[in-house]
């Protein structure tokens, strides 16, 4: 890590029911306590529940975010959740391109790029998401998808909207898997990214860009991922919902 900020997400899926939402975000923020302050922490509970953990949320400087937000920010468009709705209930970030949304819905790059823009244009923080699937790295072009994601997300922002935004490199065959890529492998991904930064905007911006790495981070391998000089934290989905691993892992990016 540097002296960036670390970043930690919990991306909570489409788990849990109202009450036990709540519950956990009580024993979140009394968990991770004073770690909040060196380190971000978000919140991403499914959109019904949205308010509730926000209003759990208040005060303890732990943010809140939405899964997913429409490229729209209002207008005919149903059964989505425009930018503006999640700014409108206390959020303040968007995950955008999860892997489980690319693959299981077909969202195209250019409808990623059209999320990450509509989501600034609401001043929430995209969590831009990337990664490769398994039969991409055993085709030996795991870095060129990646690229080419990060590219088409970030098309046309300026410096400043990239300045503002994370991007979360997550291999897919690491998600809900239990396998985790080594600190090495993601360490090239991450350091790939932020030379792409470079090139794209420049050197300062791109050292100052949080790029976290997600796929079955959990307390016991968190502190090694986290120490790879360009893995600035993490975007944890299973663990996030066990209150103690959670905070464990907040903890791991705080001394990393
Ligand atoms: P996982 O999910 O931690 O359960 O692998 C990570 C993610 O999907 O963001």
Redesign the pocket.
Known sequence: MSNRRPYVGG?WKMHGELAGAVEVTDNVAAAIGEAAEAVEVTLFPPFPYLQAVGDALRQCGIGLGGQDCSPHLEGAHTGQTSPAMIADLGGSAALIG?S?RRNELGEPDALIAAKTRAALAASLQPVVCVGETMGEREAGIALQVVERQVRAALEGLSGAQVGTSVLAY?PVW???TGITATPDDAQSAHSMIRSLLGELYDDELADSVRIIY????KAANAAELFSAPDVDGG?????SLKVDEFASICRAAVSA
């Open positions: 991306n999860h489980e997550e690491a998600i809900g997600g796929g079955s981070v975007l944890i989905g299973g663990a």
